[in-house]
Every structure is written in C-alpha cells, then in structure tokens.
C-alpha cells in the first residue's frame, strides 16, 4: 500500500506545538465548477489526495497538531474522510459555519478554542510547510499576514507596506496598487476577535477578515507582513488543479519509483513514478515521471504516460493512449487511441475510443461569466459523463456532470450538467 508519507512537501523540524490553527473549509468554490458541485472545494484531489490533506500535512510538519476546522458546505465529505486526524498524526475540533457568511465570521466561531496567539490559513490553497513556518517565526504585534508576489492581483487581496508594515489591504481592487498579494494566512492575537464583530458587510455579501484587518490598521493596530518565496498555490480555477498537480509531483523527482502495483516486464517506467496497490502497467507501455497511479489501475497495454500526470484509483487506460500533463480523477474508463493532455478528467466518467482532448498553446476558456486566456489548456470535464467514440473536444472547453456525448461528436462549446449531445 501507498504510505501518506509520499509526495510530502518538504517536512521541516520546526516545532509549534503550543500555536493552534484555525483552517477555514466551509466554502463551496463555485469558480471552481464543475468539481465543486459534489464537494468542498477543499476535498478536491490534487495528485490523488484532498488539498485539505497537504494543508493538515504542512501543519503537521510545521509541529501545529491542534486544529479547528470550519466546515460548512457539504461538511460530511470533510468529517468522514479526516475523522478526529489521528492518522493525520494532528487533533481535529470541527467547528460549523451553516452559513457561508465570509472568512471573519467563520473565525469568530472558532474563538471559544483560542487563547493566545493562534495560526489562520485557507484550506484550499496549496501551502508548502516553509511558509507556514516562515509566518510564524516572523509573527509580530496583533496580526501577522503571510505576503507573497503576484504579476497578475486580479481576484486577490492587495497589500502595500512601508517595510514590514502594512499601510493598507484591499480585496479585489479596480486598480493596480501593489503587486504583494495576501495569502490568507495568518497569525492573529486574540484581540483580532474584539474587532470583528464591527467588520461590515462586504459587497459580496460577506463578512471578510481582510476588512476587518484593514479596520485595524486604521485603529493603529500593529500588522506587519512577512514576504515568502516558498510554494503557495491559490486553486481559484479548475485548470490551476493543474499547476497544483504538476508542483505536488515536481516533489518526487528525487524519489525512486515506489511499485505497490505490477509492472509488466516489457513495459518501461522511468523518473519517479508511484504505482499503487493492486495495480498494473501492462507491457509495451511507457510511463516517465513524475507520475502518481492509485489503486487498483490498469495500464495498458501499449500505453504512454507521460510527466506531471496524476492517474486516480480504480482507472482503466485502454490501449494506444497517451496521457500528459493530466488529472485523471477515480475510477475513469479511457478507451484506445485517445490523447489527452493538460486536461482534467472527472471520476467515474467512461470515455470511449479515438478521444481527443485538443490543446493549443493559448486557450480562452469561458467561466464565471468571464472570458479567461490560459496557457497549454486541453479539457475540462465533470464527473459521471459518459462519452461516445471518436469524439473531439475543443481547448479550454468545460464539460459539466452527468453528461452524455453520442459518438463522433465535436465539442465546441462548454456543456451544462446533466446535457445530452447528438
């Protein structure tokens, strides 16, 4: 079986055990649909595991065992899968927001747990351990936020400062003030929570931390910002999934391939490459790391995989395929002859033969009521879509959930769930 202990982010000796943390998990992520329409944005897969697993991971790495967790949006998905977090090696209070009524308000709710200083970050952003540790270890005055540079702020919190002083924050502004961006993470003194129940609702709907830290800053309360370098990945899309895959499997490149699975003797496996329990790489398949196969796969045979692709457990890969750059979530069926690259394949989702996910170096995938331009963009499709042979989907086109495509059908446009194409 396949320890926990692989694609760890960089564990560091750095013990906090006295620091709690409150990680905030309620949110739906609606940009990030299709993958959210069934769970918290925060329980989808990056590389086989949760994005709320590497959280906990890096917490626990960084010696911080005791933690609130703010559920709300299908909480169950959460509470089943990390329980109590004993084999997390952390302590997990589940704390619930019924509501999503913005970030200050979910930390509110988890003042009763709080005494002292205490740690806050997102549970659906990537953190790597360094720059949990580097918050920490810098952390001054009443509140310390984690600051990292952004070429394009577009949809963040905007920070500028005078040294380690923060002058100002402001969420998603109408121009450009400053290319630091605030991560959400951060450590808080307790007074932070006197502060937040005068937060006013924000133009969202909300009530958000950041206008209640920029309400301190005007009381002349001392916040100042600690810049890091150090991974920190904001999945905000679903082609950032992407990114974040490819930067989880980049941390296997100094390891050996770990087979649970079998590997075929005619087949090759090169580079880093985790197979699974129960598992096969049949022969005449090529596989070059990094790459992540779960459990209970069949490869091939006379099947190619190629680096920073994520194969989930219970995955069929037909014949003649070649799969790169790729998410390919649970217990997909990928029939013979296809080519999927930099694409994101929801679970249970069977896919017939001749498939085509096109790519082209920049697509202009819609979503959100926006047009976005994305770099190396393939396919975007939801779970439990069933798909006929011979079939073609544009770049950067988003298939939603429970679709069905009849054969020899071009996609050129994005699908709404529950469609049928003919």
């Known amino acids: 079986m396949i320890s926990n202990a692989y694609i760890v982010i960089f564990r560091i000796d750095v013990r ?49 065992t005791d933690i609130s967790l703010v559920v709300g949006y299908k909480k169950e998905k959460v509470m089943n899968y990390f329980e109590g977090g004993k084999k997390f090696g952390v302590t997990i209070n589940y704390v619930e927001q019924p509501q999503q009524l913005g970030t200050a308000h979910a930390i509110k709710l988890a003042e009763d747990s709080i005494e002292e200083n205490f740690l806050v970050l997102n549970g659906d952003n990537l953190t790597s351990p360094q720059a949990i540790e580097e918050v920490m270890s810098n952390a001054s005055g009443d509140v310390t936020l984690l600051l990292t540079v952004k070429e394009n702020v577009k949809g963040y919190g905007v920070v500028t400062t005078e040294g380690n002083r923060v002058t100002q924050i402001v969420e998603k502004p109408g121009t450009d003030i400053s290319h630091y961006i605030n991560t959400g993470i951060y450590v808080f003194a ?34 100042t910002g600690v810049h890091t370098t150090s991974m920190w990945i904001d999945a ?17 490149k100094e390891v050996p391939t770990q087979q649970d699975g079998q590997i075929e003797d005619d087949a090759k496996v090169r580079g880093s490459v985790i197979v699974g329990e129960n598992s096969i790489i049949r022969s005449g398949s090529y596989v070059l790391g990094p790459v992540v196969i779960g459990r209970d796969a069949e490869i091939g045979p006379n ?27 649970n217990d997909v069926r990928l029939g013979s002859h296809s080519l999927v690259a930099n694409s994101i394949i929801g679970k249970n989702t069977m896919i017939g033969s001749h498939f085509i996910a096109e790519q082209t170096k920049l697509a202009m995938p819609f979503l959100d009521g926006e047009l ?51």
């Open 16 to 64: 906090s055990d006295t620091v709690k943390a409150i990680v905030l998990a309620a949110g739906e992520g609606t940009r990030l649909r299709p993958f959210t329409l069934t769970q918290p944005k925060a329980m989808v897969p990056v590389a086989n595991r949760p994005i709320l697993e590497y959280v906990i991971d890096s917490l626990a790495g960084c010696g911080v």
């Open 190 to 223: 307790p007074a932070a929570f006197n502060e937040i129940p005068y937060t006013k609702i924000s133009p969202r709907g909300e009530y958000e931390i950041t206008d209640t830290i920029q309400r301190m800053i005007e009381k002349q309360y001392d916040v």
């Open 236 to 252: 905000s899309y679903p082609w950032d999934l992407l990114n974040a895959n490819a930067a989880v499997l980049a941390s296997l």
């Open 303 to 329: 099947v190619t995989i190629l680096p920073s692709t994520s194969i989930g457990n219970g995955v069929t890969i037909d014949s003649f395929t070649e799969v790169r750059n790729s998410l390919v979530m």
């Open 372 to 422: 976005h331009h994305v770099m190396n963009l393939g396919a975007i499709i939801g779970e439990n879509c069933r798909f006929g042979h011979g079939i073609l989907v544009e770049a950067g086109k988003i298939i939603g959930v429970h679709c069905t495509v009849e054969s020899a059908t071009t996609i050129r446009k994005n699908i709404d769930n529950y469609s049928t194409i003919v």
